[in-house]
């Protein structure tokens, strides 16, 4: 099981921070990415980082505003997102998968429940 949290209601301009932890599993054997899902939007890809060599990808749209981070002692993910706008609002998901394909977290085997993220004045 995966949980993410972390979400919440923020300024444009703001920043946030998701957590991503599992139980009953060895998180850290998974590449482990973030997916965003706006209102009436397909979901997205977002972030991803390997769990070997803890590389990191990004979808263009968030380069330089989000980083995507793993600690293997407390076996966390977390996505550090800053500069928020608009366009970032979403449910926020992470996912547990075999690699990563880009930003994907491939053939992801666990998902987190999600993360609303709301970016308003």
């Known amino acids: 099981q995966l949980v993410d949290s972390g979400g919440g209601s923020v300024q444009p301009g703001g920043s946030l921070t998701l957590s991503c932890t599992a139980s009953g599993f060895a998180l850290d054997t998974y590449a482990v990415g973030w997916f965003r899902q706006a209102s009436g939007k397909e979901r997205e890809a977002v972030s991803c980082?390997?769990?070997?060599?803890?590389?990191?990808f990004y979808v263009d749209s968030v380069k330089g505003r989000f980083n995507i981070s793993r600690d293997k002692v407390t076996k966390t993910v977390y996505l550090q997102m800053d500069n928020l706008n608009i366009g970032d609002q979403g449910t926020y998901s992470c996912?547990?998968?075999?690699?990563?394909?880009?930003?994907?977290?491939?053939?992801?085997?666990?998902w987190g429940q999600g993360a609303e993220v709301t970016v308003s004045s």
């Open positions: 996912a547990a998968g075999y690699y990563c394909k880009g930003a994907e977290s491939y053939g992801p085997a666990y």
């Open positions: 980082i390997t769990h070997n060599d803890g590389a990191t």
